[in-house]
């Protein structure tokens, strides 16, 4: 047998169960030994019925048998009764109130029972016990002939629960694969040394005690193991795009400096600290001759437009090397056409007192500022000629959405990429951005996303970070309140003080449609069809009501989201489309119904929303359910407005894999769970660079570089 021999190979395998490992991704038997179990078990029986003390609570695997159902005299219970049999002897064991137990417990064949013991010593009796069919891994006896393993270990591996494969397959499956040497001939990823420094257990030890433990501490250290491997070989990845990234040359920037200043001094307000020290950090990128490679982190109106701002207008003053005229040319990529369209007026905004041309381009149309005409406005151009400007370098700041990065778009000397939330504009997206010249441009990520340290330092390991801190002065402090089920009444009154003033309301719900009253496991959740409607009708008649949500065509979304801008809507029903990015400083006031079933980050989004002007924001939580862990994290929510504190807490509460979508990352729940552990992401982050520094190719790492191209296929890029 051999790593990457298949299975069906080795096992004989019924229908459901091929396909049931074809579902988790289990194809050869190195992907098995990788399939790790979701948790442990004490399996053992930590008693026998010889040997029964009242009130201690046990387990034991044995028989059920003459189990009966009957009425209690006297209470008119119901109660069933029967015995349970082991090796040792017979217990009396019964349930009350459990009328049809006996047509669902299996009788005469293997259990494991828990309960607690009652009665006396004499008449001991086990009731209302739990019983499970399968028990999880557990062994027979004498199901190993000799030897070691003889001896059944006191807890066992269960996997992550799949229709048609059970633990007990693992379990059995492992055992031969084990028994048959195949762990001597794996290639330990982890250098050995490596390994040394964090007191990490080599590949074939770890794979047997993550799957075989004969203790916990085993498993734990297993986990440890494999967590870290797994973020290590992410960590090698992102830094071998860092180094490939660092040997590309681009267009210094040399004048930076001075250039921002002039910026700076032309706008109405002075930067804030966290402003200056990320456009310092920016424009000392760009006098290297490599390009940047950075991530600016900025909670929602921390001003990232004014630092992308600043640092494009010091490129689009600069010439290219080497030229007596011309100029470097700017990309700013946005990921919608609201978006793009609201960032090309900021730009003309921040720009209408300096000489700069800034087009547009996006699916639905080009434009061009400033005009002609009026020096104050942009004009709608054909796409051909806009392409010719951009191309010829007249048009030295190009603003758009996707379809910024189409072939057909051609820049004289494009220096400077700008991509505002886009969450994994990878390496080959901003290959596609470097046109055919020799020069790759200085790359910029913008994200309000406020990411947790470790996640940002594993998913952006090829990323330099510089964050916002800090808003800008003079914006009022929101107020964010949760509303009792009763209370409903006063955040509608509240909210028509704010629509009273000529202000806007966002109302956010968690569905679209109503649930099929067919299904009784759908969510019971408000549908925004259902609330608008209801809004018009009962509670807001005299204001527009418009309707925005994710099944809808792009051309409507862009259209209700104009009439909002313009304030032909004044509330908007949404569902969480809303998170991203919209800018309507006239809308000062959101309540979000279901409030409990968002994460604590996308609240903050939403939320985010209405901190965009001078004028007191509100925000009302509607939760449907009132348990202490939701109540615990909204008021978390109310009380702070740091959105990277309450990234931290979400972490710790609900672990990445809610948050983040695991899945678009491509990391494991081991790998998640690492994420909270920012001595060993730091750990794997340093090892990893150490290694690439020496080795980029890994020629000297095989196994690390075949584990790292597993992880990259499963990272989706
Ligand atoms: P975001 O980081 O969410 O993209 P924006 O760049 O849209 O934030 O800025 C939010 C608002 O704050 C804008 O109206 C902008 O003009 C204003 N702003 C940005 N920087 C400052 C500053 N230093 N002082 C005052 N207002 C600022
Ligand atoms: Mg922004």
Known sequence: ?????????????????????????????????????????????????????????????????????????KSRRNATEGYFEDASGKVKVMWFNQPYIASYVPQGTLVKLTGTVGGSAERPYIANPEVEATPAGFVPEGLFASGE???????????????????????????????????????????????????????????????????QAHAEVARKRFAFEEIFALQIARARERADNDTQSSFAILKGAELADTFLRSIPFPPTP?????????????????????????????????????TAYAAVNSRPPNRMSGNLQVAYMAPTEILAGQHFQSFIEYFKDLPISIGLITGSGCKKFPSKVARDSATDISRAQLLKWVAGGEIAMLVGTHALI??????????????????????????????????YPHFLSMTATPIPRTLALTLYGDLDISILDELPPGRAKITTEIVKKDERDRAYEKIREHLARGEQAYVICPRIEEPDPQKINAIQAKS???????????????????????????????????AFAANEIQILVATSVVEVGINVPNATVILI??????GLAQLHQLRG????????????????????????????????????????????????????????WGITDLGMDALKNIKLIRAARAEAAAIVEKDPSLAGHPALLARVAHGESLHGE
Request: charged share 30%.
């Open 274 to 310: 966290a402003q200056a020290r990320a456009i310092k950090d920016i424009l000392a990128d760009f006098e290297k001759h490599h390009p940047m490679a950075r991530l600016l982190e900025g909670d929602v109106g921390s001003g990232k437009t004014l630092v992308a701002a600043a």
């Open 528 to 562: 925004v069809k259902a609330e608008a409607k209801r809004l018009k009708k009962d509670v807001f008649p005299e204001f527009e009501i418009g309707l925005l949500h994710g099944a809808m065509k792009p051309a409507e979304k862009d259209e209700v989201m104009r």
């Open 593 to 598: 119904e279901g409030a409990e079933r968002f």
């Open 1 to 73: 047998m051999k790593p990457g021999d298949l299975i069906s190979q080795h096992f004989r395998l019924t229908s459901t169960q091929l396909s049931a490992l074809r579902r988790l991704g289990v194809q050869r038997v190195r992907d098995l030994l990788y399939h790790f179990p979701a948790r442990y078990e004490s399996g053992g029986a930590s008693s026998s019925t010889s040997q029964l003390a009242v009130g201690a609570n046990i387990t034991l695997f044995g028989t059920l048998s003459k189990l009966k159902a009957r009425k209690l005299w």
């Open 149 to 215: 393993s003889a001896r059944a270990p006191s807890i066992f591996a269960v996997y992550p629960e799949t229709r048609g494969i059970t633990s007990k397959w693992f379990f059995h499956a492992l055992e031969r694969i084990f028994a048959n040497d195949v762990l001597t001939t794996l290639d330990d990823p982890i250098p050995s040394a490596v390994r040394e420094r964090y007191n990490l257990p080599d590949l074939a030890t770890a794979l047997v005690w993550i799957h075989k433990p004969e203790k």
């Open 406 to 439: 189409q072939k057909s778009v051609k820049f004289q000397h494009l220096a400077y990429a700008i991509v505002d939330e886009q969450h994994r504009f990878g390496t080959r997206q901003r290959r596609a951005l470097a046109q055919k010249e020799t020069s």
């Open 609 to 664: 929303r209405i901190m965009r002007s001078s004028k007191p924001p509100h925000c009302f939580l509607l939760p449907e359910t009132s348990g202490e862990t939701s109540m615990k994290r909204l008021r978390a929510l109310a009380d702070s407005d740091d959105g990277f504190k309450l990234a931290e807490a979400d972490l710790e509460a609900r672990g990445a894999g809610d948050l983040y979508g695991r899945k678009q």
